[in-house]
């Protein structure tokens, strides 16, 4: 289910499409015309999936998309990345933006701990997703301790970081 999918019924959510060239393989827009719209405006929150993840940079499989999301980055008061424990210490074919430019990484709970540990001493923040298959307590022991953030899941990877 996509992000539009997923709102597009309700009444309190206003889409906004950017255009350019679609991608079925991701379901997003790339291209000229989504870096431009991209360019002119400001978010407080961004958050992109990638397909590779070093101790220096982050990286996905296509340049233009890469663009775009360095674009939305580069115009967000907030920076995070969308990565499961798979994309760690791997490397796609075009890098978009340093890591240490990011406010953090958002992941799943199979993260490794000695991976996590090596990226939180680089200075980057890993935080956990909590989902919403996980139990009411698991929930409030993770909003208690401040190591997790809640998530509306779909493949768009939208998320939501929790007040602090």
């Keep these: 289910m996509t992000v539009f999918e997923q709102f597009k019924d309700n009444p309190s959510c206003d889409l906004i499409f950017i255009g350019g060239r679609y991608r079925p393989k991701t379901k997003g827009f790339v291209g000229y015309f989504t870096q431009d719209a991209l360019s002119k405006i400001s978010v407080n929150k961004a958050f992109v999936g990638v397909n590779g993840i070093d101790l220096e940079k982050v990286t996905i499989s296509d340049e233009e998309e890469g663009r775009c999301n360095d674009t ?70 993770c909003w208690k301790e401040k190591d997790c953030q809640p998530r509306i899941p779909s493949p768009a990877k939208l998320s939501f970081k929790k007040m602090k």
């Design 72 to 141: 939305i980055l580069n115009n967000a008061t907030e920076r995070y990345v969308l990565a499961d424990h798979s994309k760690f210490s791997t490397h796609a074919f075009y890098s978009f933006y340093r890591l240490k430019d990011l406010t953090a990484i958002i992941s799943d709970d199979k993260l490794d701990e000695n991976i996590k540990e090596q990226y939180n001493n680089y200075s980057t923040k890993i935080t956990k997703l909590w989902r919403p298959e996980d139990s009411e307590e698991t929930y409030s022991k």
